[in-house]
């Protein structure tokens, strides 16, 4: 592979890393994942992210409490925008033992590490990426071409990637 080629496949993980962390935040704007827990790791933090769509159950105030869901409420706008604005990114999906899974999300921001991308085997993550977006997530597609409209990072710029 030359140095050209490796540039447009590096493009093309960045811009699928890019849209994944626009999908989490049109997730959590919608409802559909929410803050489960917020962990702690050497010089850093990060929050989990999960809900009924992940097989987890949804975060809620204790007893409906209605201040401590709106709490909720407010820190999953601020994770959405901080996302939306590639201060903070996916940085894992984790599976637990009952069958969900989670999303972890940490950044710079956080004292967590900015994720470069590599190359394990491009074309196959592109098309699992595209198939279980598709397959297995509830996304209104106005929704998603509105974030990417409004995205300053430049992600309708690749010719590499298209709206799912």
């Known amino acids: 592979m030359n140095e050209k080629q490796l540039q447009q496949n590096l493009e093309i993980v960045s811009t699928i890393h890019r849209k994944i962390n ?3 935040a049109s997730l959590i704007i919608t409802g559909q ?6 962990y702690i790791e050497p010089g850093g933090f990060g929050f989990t992210l999960g809900g009924p769509l992940t097989g987890r159950i949804r975060l809620e105030g204790k007893h409906g409490n ?7 409420d407010i820190v999953d706008i601020i994770l959405a925008i901080l996302l939306l604005i590639d201060e903070i990114e996916v940085n ?3 599976l637990s033992s009952g069958g969900g899974f989670s999303f972890n999300v940490t950044g710079p921001i956080f004292g967590g590490p900015k994720i ?4 394990p085997d491009i074309s196959k993550v592109k098309e699992t990426f595209h198939w ?3 397959e297995h997530f509830n996304i209104n597609p106005e929704l998603i071409k509105q974030l990417q409209r409004n995205d300053i990072y430049g ?3 690749s010719p ?5």
């Open 33 to 38: 994942i929410t803050i489960l827990r917020m």
């Open 160 to 164: 590499h990637f298209q709206t799912i």
């Open 66 to 72: 209605e201040a401590l869901s709106l709490i909720l």
């Open 22 to 24: 626009i999908i989490t």
């Open 155 to 157: 992600i309708n710029r």
């Open 116 to 119: 470069d991308p590599t190359l």
């Open 132 to 134: 279980i977006v598709s």
């Open 92 to 94: 894992g999906v984790f």
